[in-house]
Nanobody
Framework: VQLQASGGGLVQPGESLRLSCEYSGFNPDNYYIGWFRKAPGKVREGVSGISASGDNTYYTDSVKGRFTISRDFAETTVFSQMTSRTPEDTAIYYC???????????????????WGQGTQVTVSS
C-alpha cells in the first residue's frame, strides 16, 4: 500500500496550490481518502475527505469555500485545490485512506488505516 502526497511548496498569501495524493495497493472502490495537516506547534487536524464514489465530501470549517477535494479514478489520485491561502494554512499536509470498517465521518486520525508521507506547504510573503 502506498500513498504519495506531492505538490507542496512556498506560495504567497492569496495564491492557489494543488496537492496530489497518488495511491496504490488497495481497492479504491472501498476506501475513503482524507487530507490532514500539521502546523508547527499544533496537533494534526483533518482538512477534507472524499468518499470512494466521489459523491460525498467533507471540509473542516476553516477551509470551507477555499479548498476543493476531488478524485480522479483513472489516475488513482485525489487532489486538493487550495485557493485564498493564508499563513495559517502553513503546515505539512498528509493524505490517508480509511476502510469502510473504521470509517465514521472521516474527520479523525483513528479512522484511517493507511498514511502517506507529508508534503510541506508554506504560505508567506
Amino acid at each position: 500500500v502506498q500513498l504519495q502526497a506531492s505538490g507542496g511548496g512556498l506560495v504567497q498569501p492569496g495564491e492557489s496550490l494543488r496537492l496530489s495524493c497518488e495511491y496504490s495497493g488497495f481497492n479504491p472502490d472501498n476506501y475513503y481518502i482524507g487530507w490532514f495537516r500539521k502546523a508547527p506547534g499544533k496537533v494534526r487536524e483533518g482538512v477534507s475527505g472524499i468518499s470512494a464514489s466521489g459523491d460525498n465530501t467533507y471540509y473542516t470549517d476553516s477551509v470551507k469555500g477555499r479548498f476543493t477535494i476531488s478524485r480522479d479514478f483513472a489516475e488513482t489520485t485525489v487532489f486538493s485545490q487550495m485557493t485564498s491561502r493564508t499563513p495559517e494554512d502553513t503546515a505539512i499536509y498528509y493524505c490517508a485512506a480509511a476502510n469502510p470498517w473504521t470509517l465514521m465521518k472521516g474527520e479523525e486520525e483513528h479512522e484511517y488505516e493507511y498514511w502517506g508521507q507529508g508534503t510541506q506547504v508554506t504560505v508567506s510573503s
